[in-house]
């Protein structure tokens, strides 16, 4: 909610005399106080074997660029979400998220990352060595949305469809398999017998239409075959790792609270202003995750932080570890990290 609204809500209920540089202040305040818990929780995601990637462009008013990104990165193995503002979506930036202590120097991620086909994750992995390189694997709903799109905006809506029909089994597969907590071994086994039949299928179907010189040289179909048939080796990398999931969804629900907060904010302010942001998006949601009232946990940071500047006393403040008194918020939800 932007500041000036804020100020009129806490007019109504009497606190009136309230200007947006006070407000600004508390917000600064509070984001730095969460800063150096915001980096323990970067530290846990980047312990998961696999993450969600995403990112949505925001408005920024005092910056060289018309736009700043604000990035969110989702742990696979329990649905942990960061939150991280960057001036761009380039290579750099990306590179600065995956580096343990977002440092230059830092150790790379080394698990899986789950994402869109944008090419900035490509130029990353380019820079690294190839014992550094994560497994990349590129969202199958990216892949059937532009099908979709290309059913109702192309030459031949039928054959669209049939390709997005071809990968419905796909889901129906891994539904069972998430429904039944199956263990890696049977993820592994059921990918390989059951989907990796149809992939082989789905990519011999679009490579065939591609030679087809009745397919216009410019249209939606045409460009969901190429961005399927160039990323078809990323497109496969979840058939033989059990950690990696079909698709990106998770991060792109996780980035829906930024999205709603663009329409009504319409822009951040400045650089610094974008990371505050993000602290404090991270923070919110990791506790909405852990089932804990922001409210009070934040007063509970506040009380115990000066005893716990530590990187072990962090770890204790995180949602869902650091355990309120009795009888504030909803419970305490045991803490997966």
């Known amino acids: 909610m932007p500041l000036y609204r804020q100020i009129k809500e806490f007019a109504r209920i009497g606190l009136e005399g309230l200007s947006e540089g006070v407000l600004c202040n508390w917000v600064r305040a509070a984001s730095e106080t969460l800063e150096p818990i915001w980096e323990e929780l970067h530290k846990l995601i980047l312990d998961s074997a696999a993450l969600h990637i995403d990112e949505t462009p925001i408005r920024c008013l005092k910056s060289d660029k018309t736009n700043g990104y604000m990035w969110s990165m989702s742990s696979a193995d329990n649905g942990s979400t960061l939150y991280f503002w960057q001036n761009s979506r380039s290579a750099e930036a990306l590179n600065h998220l995956q580096r343990h202590g977002m440092q230059p120097d830092g150790r790379v991620y080394e698990g899986a990352i789950l994402s869109d086909g944008y090419g900035g994750y490509e130029s990353w992995m380019k820079t690294l060595p190839d014992e550094q390189k994560p497994q990349w694997q590129v969202c199958w709903a990216h892949v059937r949305r532009q099908f979709v799109e290309a059913a109702g905006n192309s030459n031949d809506p039928a054959w669209s469809m049939k390709m997005v029909e071809l990968l419905q089994p796909l889901y129906a597969t891994e539904r069972t398999l998430r429904e039944s907590k199956a263990p890696p071994e049977q993820k592994l086994k059921e990918r390989l017998e059951k989907s990796a039949p149809i992939v082989e299928t789905f990519f011999q179907e679009l490579t065939k239409r591609r030679l087809d010189t009745q397919n216009p040289p410019r249209n939606k179909l045409k460009d969901a075959i190429d961005y399927a048939l160039k990323r078809q080796e990323q497109l496969s990398s979840w058939l033989s790792n059990p950690c990696i999931p079909v698709d990106n969804n998770q991060v792109e629900r996780a980035i829906r609270p930024v999205t709603a ?77």
């Open 261 to 337: 907060g663009r329409k009504n904010s319409l822009f951040i302010g400045a650089p610094d202003a974008g990371k505050r942001a993000a602290i404090l998006y991270t923070m919110v949601e990791e506790c909405k995750r852990m089932e804990t009232e922001f409210l009070q946990w934040m007063t509970e940071v506040l009380r115990r932080l000066p005893t716990h500047r530590t990187s072990e006393g962090y770890w204790q403040l995180l949602p869902g570890v650091l355990q309120l008194p009795v009888g504030t918020g909803k419970g305490n939800k045991t803490v997966t990290l």
